[in-house]
């Protein structure tokens, strides 16, 4: 019986995948497609995507091919009302790379790790039991899993054999997206959005070729089909830019597609898990969703392991539905927000979307969007597994010892630090994550005791962060004082 099958092996899939092996958890991989898609698709990877690889071992050379986005010039009837020039130096800066490329660098981590994927092979079944799952593949084989997680989109199988609902509503009438090569002279590291009343325009470069890039814009009521996608954009930019826009030579991929919001009524039922657009789906404005379904992932293959591994109750699992729906939900909250404020449903609308465009040059506003897409200011501190969470009562000196305290809480994100292997050698927090929990300091028995070879003990080589218990995701799990709420997770 396999330990854990994942179903999808688009970038949820593969980190979940990756995760769970450089963790010591076997893992079946599937996936109904033919094999790797080779089309964009998401394209915007922001800054926890960046460090969820990096734990991950997948980075490797990715950031050497893609395209770091200088600035965004936003315009509204015609004319230019604010450009953002954005700070390279800010971690949160966002990378536009081709979600290919992104699965391209996990499938090659999960070869390293020992995993592989099976293509065109489809769940068309599951039941599940005390012990396990049992799973119909492309109803011809029926195999055994431990645990199945869904990490298969939107139109997730597994969500439909879990009986998981998934209610939502569309945000706004179709869109037309294309990714064309074309002669243009617009500046290749600033993206573009112009404001109309007959529907947004965006322009983004694409990496890969020096006149890729990707147009999106929203179709008038009623459009279902575009028969000839130069043709209709070359219409859309004199109409909604006042210029002749890019002159198309050919086009890699064109979709038309509508903007619906989503988020599933449960991450789990039982045995059986979601993460991805299996659980949510977001407005593509923002480009969080990628990067979202990236950080279920992780924080859900840290669990999995303990559970697996015996060191922790299947209860646990819960804590990841506690932590990570409540995170994909104000997502959505604030993209739907954005999105419903961009298309400019009505002229009233449209008036206030307009006048407060200019405000995006303005620093603080851009800095505090940035930082907010980021997702590097994210923190369960409110969660079930911190001190002010909903098992406080449980074990009111779990993971954080006294409350009120100044700096990193339970449940923030640790910044990555250099640090010193037992050996003397260095390295680096976010290295060691890859492999289970890291104990910043001096080795604790009662760590060890309770978390066995899942945790590594590492020096730092500043001091800062002694005594701290980093999660695999990269959250606080403890400072100081600890063991009470690594044995509240054993609810045997």
Known sequence: MDDVMVVGAGPTGL???CALLGQGVPVRVVDRADGPATTSRALILHARGVQVLDRLGALGDLPDRVIRVQGVAVYAN?????????????????????????????????????GEIEWNTEVTGATQDEDGVTVGLDDVERTRAGWLVGCDGAHSRVRALARVPFPGVPL???????????????????????????????????PGASDLWRLIAGLQPGTDDVPDVTAAFTQIFRDRTGGAGP???????????????????DYRNGRMLLAGDAAHINSPIGGQGMNIGIADAE?????????????????????????????????????????RLLLGANPIVRTVRDRLASAAGV???????????????????????????VLRRHAPRAWGGRRGRRGLQPGDRVPDRACL??????????????????????????????????????????????????????????REGLADMLRKGRVR
């Open 421 to 478: 292997r037992a050996d003397g050698s260095r390295t680096r927090l976010y290295a060691e994550l890859g492999r289970g929990f890291v104990l910043l300091g001096e080795p604790d028995p009662r760590v060890r005791e309770l978390l066995g070879d899942r945790v590594s003990v590492l020096s730092p080589l500043n001091g800062h962060g002694h005594g701290m218990l980093v999660r695999p995701d990269g959250h606080l799990a403890y």
């Open 78 to 114: 015609g004319a230019r009302v604010a450009k953002v020039a954005l700070d390279q130096a800010r971690a949160s800066t966002p990378m536009i790379v081709s979600q290919a490329e992104v699965e391209a660098a996990l499938r090659r981590r999960l070869a390293e790790l020992g």
């Open 299 to 339: 924080n859900l293959a840290w669990r999995l392991a303990l559970v697996i591994g015996g060191q922790a109750d299947s209860a646990l699992l819960d804590t990841y539905r506690d932590e990570r729906r409540p995170a994909a939900a104000g997502a959505l909250t604030g993209t739907t927000a954005v999105t």
């Open 363 to 389: 620093p603080a506003v851009h800095r505090l969007a940035l930082d907010k897409a980021s997702q590097l200011g994210l923190s369960y501190r409110s969660g079930p597994l911190s001190p002010g969470g």
């Open 15 to 17: 980190v979940t995948a």
């Open 247 to 265: 002159a198309i030579r050919a086009t890699e991929w064109t979709s038309v597609f509508r903007i619906h919001r989503r988020l599933a009524g």
């Open 172 to 206: 706004g009438e179709r869109f037309l997206l294309a990714d064309v090569h074309a002669k243009w002279d617009a500046d290749r590291h600033t993206t573009a959005a112009w404001l109309h009343r007959d529907g947004l325009l965006l322009a983004f470069p694409l």
